[in-house]
Nanobody, 123 residues
Framework: VQLQASGGGLVQPGGSLRLSCAAS????????MGWYRQVPGKQRELVAT???????NYADQSKGRFTISREHAKNTVSLQMNSLQPEDTAVYFC??????????????????WGQGTLVTVSS
């Protein structure tokens, strides 16, 4: 199982970017998905999450500017980021809670992370 993120880049303050992340591999189902971000020297922080029933949760700094969405059938999650500011500069990581087949008829759930995509907001 792997998560592949894309869409990062350089944008001017006030601009927009859209991040995407796709889960692939031996997947039974994908539960929660979402995005975190990290600045060097700081802890990884929540950006937004979305459940398998499309219930969303946003960090305070994301509310009103970012929108998380997912396509259940394609195991993808996206993050539309508007009104970007320099303080949004970070490496953005997608994650997914993925159910996989275990031994016999059993299954198990664990978290998977994408490789990170850099978002730079600068003039």
């Amino acid at each position: 199982v792997q998560l592949q993120a894309s869409g990062g880049g350089l944008v001017q303050p006030g601009g927009s970017l859209r991040l995407s992340c796709a889960a692939s591999g031996d997947i039974v189902s994908v539960k929660d998905m979402g995005w975190y971000r990290q600045v060097p020297g700081k802890q990884r922080e929540l950006v937004a999450t979305i459940t398998s029933r499309y219930i969303t949760n946003y960090a305070d700094q994301s509310k009103g500017r970012f929108t998380i969405s997912r396509e259940h059938a394609k195991n993808t999650v996206s993050l539309q980021m508007n009104s970007l500011q320099p303080e949004d500069t970070a490496v953005y990581f997608c994650f997914a809670e993925i159910e996989r087949r275990g031994k016999g008829w059993s299954t198990f759930v664990r978290d998977y992370w994408g490789q990170g995509t850099l978002v730079t907001v600068s003039s």
